[in-house]
């Protein structure tokens, strides 16, 4: 670290007077903290690794107090790098500022591979920690397993059902599979009954695999009664708030059957569930219909969700949970993001495949592509809709992913004024459409233009609407307040 980031560090560090995920505080007045590997740990685990920076004072008010001894420091720092594994190597830097003296210890990302990084006297499942906001956190035996199961390629998709037999699968939907995997492959339909489903993964050991179960059992839950689909439908904008005759949910529904069907009943219920607003063409008349959310988004959403979950042991007993709210829709799946993607990579790059059985059945079957174009679809469907962006996150052990309906954009307006950094109240003199507004942002994601920029003078009573009662319409103008 050079000396200008250093003190760019601390100045930064005093003024905000808190720690964060890729910052730790740490006094080292009278000596080396004793407890620093689950630290170590936590910042190794995570992309962006972390620095530890020594010579502040947390517990008063984050104040300069210098290190006792930089070269000794810096020497034990380097043997608690020595106790971990792999062993960590931290990039040290020492800084002089008015006779103190501050140390650095820059912990780099452990390759994913090699993860979970642990202390080794403690063990991978009881020295493994991660970086929640500022803390270091234990991981849990889960987490611990969704790295080894990337490192050591698990799929738990074909591992074999041990209390079934191939009489649990349906014939037909057997054989229309088969045949649909021999078109244009002369040599492997040549192969006998056994070897095909060997190769196609419907046999694992002579047993029927979890991925067989739930494209072809009648019943997957017969086994696996938590590997089905939760869906409720709140009355407000958060879990517990109720509706005006004291219901927690105004519907809610198990969707239960094999992955197919519980696609088409996850479908079915948000089609019910949602609300449904006449959009009428100013140029032509014509009248049509709008859900609350793109029927396209929702369902490559769900199939997601179905073909990507976890379906290790550790999750089995976790359902898919489908949760309608006033202003949104929540879709979470068990298991976060695998292998080496990351959020701001979702639809660029193409990812590591956590169940590549069901990926390539669901394909075989005409459910999904299989190219890589679903994250795309969702949002270019939220974008054509006028609705916010689709907002994703890998949480620990769990994959959210949420679709906003716009309502609160459609709220009172407030009292407050708001600033208008890009002139929009000038330009709006005259009426504007949404169009000319995201034309003169210059900004390329309209969407986000228009929360950024335009929605808080809306609120503010600033900027008026012509169709106050249909923020959302596509013939909507914008118009300065007098």
Do not use: W
Not at 28 to 54: H, M, V, W
Not at 407 to 413: C, F, K, L, S, V
């Amino acid at each position: 670290m050079l000396e200008m980031e250093f003190h760019a560090l601390l100045l930064k560090c005093q003024k905000e007077k808190c720690e964060s995920r890729t910052l730790e505080v740490k006094s080292a007045r009278k000596g080396c903290p004793e407890r620093l590997y689950d630290t170590f740990s936590a910042f190794s685990n995570q992309d962006d690794g972390g620095t530890i920076l020594f010579g502040v004072d947390e517990h008063v008010g984050f104040q300069k107090v210098g290190v006792y001894d930089a070269q000794d420091l810096q020497k034990k720092l380097m043997e608690v790098g020595e106790a971990m594994t792999p062993v960590v190597r931290p990039i040290l830097s020492v800084y002089e500022e008015r006779g103190m003296t501050f140390v650095s210890a820059e912990i780099p990302p452990v390759d994913i591979a090699q993860r979970p990084c642990f202390k080794t006297a403690k063990g991978r499942l009881k020295g493994a920690y991660i970086r929640v906001g500022d803390a270091d956190k234990p991981m849990t035996e889960y987490e611990v397993y969704s790295y080894e199961a990337f490192r050591k390629k698990i799929r738990d998709d074909i591992r074999p059902v041990e209390e079934a037999g191939l009489n649990s699968l349906d014939p037909v939907r057997l054989e229309q599979y088969i045949q649909r995997r021999k078109l244009n492959r002369p040599y492997f339909s040549a192969l006998s009954l056994p070897q095909l489903y060997e190769m196609t993964g419907i046999l694992h050991e002579g047993k029927p695999t979890l991925a067989a179960f739930l494209l072809f059992c009648l019943y997957p839950q017969v086994y696996f009664p938590q590997l089905s689909i939760i869906a409720a439908r709140v009355p407000g904008k958060e879990m517990g708030e109720l509706g005006t005759q004291g219901q927690r949910f105004t519907d809610s529904q198990r969707l239960e059957g094999n992955i197919p069907e519980m696609l088409d009943g996850a479908m079915a219920f948000l089609q019910k569930n949602m609300r449904t607003a006449i959009r009428v063409d100013s140029k032509t008349g014509k009248r049509t219909d709008q859900t609350e959310y793109p029927a396209d988004a929702l369902r490559e959403i769900i199939l997601n969700a179905l073909v990507h979950r976890d379906y290790s042991t550790h999750t089995e007993n976790m359902p898919i949970q489908i949760t309608m709210f006033s202003n949104r829709m929540e879709v979470r799946s068990p298991g976060g993001l695998y292998g080496r993607l990351t959020i701001d990579q979702l639809g660029k790059v193409q990812p590591d495949t956590r169940n590549p059985f069901l990926v390539t059945a669901m394909e075989a079957l005409g459910e999904t592509e299989n190219r890589y174009s679903g994250i795309p679809r969702i949002r270019m469907a939220m974008r054509d809709a006028d609705l916010p962006e689709p907002v994703f996150r890998d949480e620990r052990g769990e994959f959210l992913v949420c679709l906003y309906n716009g309502e609160e954009e459609a709220g009172p307006p407030r009292e407050e004024s708001k600033e208008d950094p890009k002139g929009v109240l000038a330009f709006c003199k005259k009426p504007r459409t949404r169009k000319e507004l995201v034309a003169f942002l210059g900004v390329a994601s309209g969407s986000y233009a228009m929360k950024k920029y335009v929605t808080p003078l809306i609120r503010s009573g600033q900027l008026l609407l012509s169709i106050p009662d249909k923020p959302q319409s596509r013939s909507q103008t914008y118009r300065t307040a007098d």
